[in-house]
């Protein structure tokens, strides 16, 4: 007789992958205290130690603990796929969702997204994960996230995008900027000047490619892989930047007025989309949600963004 309960895995989950009751905390909302009942109870009746207790460093996994943790994502898995195929049969929409979003865009988009399909389907348990790209290829290969809104970046052949909006380059500087006064600008007009890069893992990758379409080099000043301090530092003058999501406010984090113009010429244009594993759209959840923010596009509410809708 099974003597835990798929709760106590999930907490067990959320404490595997953070390293720490606090974060998993956060991360679920659930309280630190039920946690660390539920990971006692669990090693209780597995009789193991799940965890090394270091109080300056948290908590990290015993060799025991890392198989049980692989064994203990494959049970909900599965517990999931019985929830898809009860709503398959009843026609309805619930169980849990797992969401991945690219971290350049996710406070953009992601919130206004996740609010309206959870008011429209409030079976769904829904999580969410801001990761770079090499990361949500990685989560939706081993099912830790359903699907995932990003860019068409570099896509392995084993993912199913959709997309969504097509974005092309846009430059980002400070109304100092030499270039400030200007409508529209070219990647030969950018290269002369210094750039703030925004480095992240392939998105760093395109950036850079654009100018190689054009035969030259950008002269690439500071870098950083966080989009608000991008922002602030153009901002500050340290240079420009290019971006594909639009800024919902023409001031930097920290105050200080930012232009947003065209990037002019031969340019490719980023589409925005979800990205899920073959065959995922079986599950109900999956199907809603991608339908749903197909009609977010489609409606209008996402045109803040900039961008041509594609659906």
């Known amino acids: 007789m099974l003597r835990y309960t798929l709760r106590q895995l999930e907490y067990f989950v959320a404490v595997g992958e953070t390293g720490s009751i606090a974060r998993a905390s956060e991360r679920i909302n659930v309280s630190s205290p039920s946690i660390s009942s539920a990971i006692s109870q669990l090693e209780a009746e597995f009789g193991l130690p ?24 494959t049970v909900l898995r599965e517990a999931g796929a019985m929830m898809d195929i009860a709503g398959d049969i009843s026609g309805s929409v619930r169980g849990p969702l797992s969401i991945g979003c690219l971290l350049t865009f996710a406070q953009l988009v992601l919130p206004t997204l996740r609010r309206g399909f959870e008011a429209e389907f409030s079976e769904v348990r829904l999580r969410q994960h801001e990761l770079n790209q090499v990361e949500l290829f990685s989560a939706l290969r081993r099912s830790e996230i359903d699907v995932a809104l990003t860019y068409d970046l570099d896509l392995p052949a084993d993912l199913q995008f959709t997309a969504l909006v097509r974005l092309p380059p846009i430059a980002l500087m400070g109304t100092a900027h030499p270039l400030a006064d200007r409508d529209v600008v070219t990647v030969e007009d950018l290269s002369a000047h210094p750039m703030v890069l925004l480095d992240l893992p392939l998105s760093a990758d395109y950036f850079l490619s654009l100018f190689d379409h054009a035969g030259g080099k950008p002269v690439i000043a500071e870098r950083t892989r966080d989009m608000a301090v991008m922002r602030s530092m153009v901002g500050n003058d340290f240079g420009y930047s290019i971006a594909n999501v639009r800024p919902l406010s023409d001031t930097s984090p920290d105050g200080n007025p930012v232009r947003v113009i065209p990037i002019g010429g031969k340019v490719r244009a980023l589409r925005m989309g979800l990205l899920t594993a073959q065959d995922a759209d079986r599950s109900n959840a999956v199907r809603a949600f991608i339908e749903y923010a197909a009609s977010l596009v489609r409606t209008g509410r996402l045109d803040r963004i900039g961008g041509e809708p594609l659906v």
């Open 50 to 73: 799940l965890f090394v207790r270091q109080h300056a460093q948290g908590l990290s996994l015993t060799q025991a603990g890392r198989q049980m943790l692989d064994q203990a994502k």
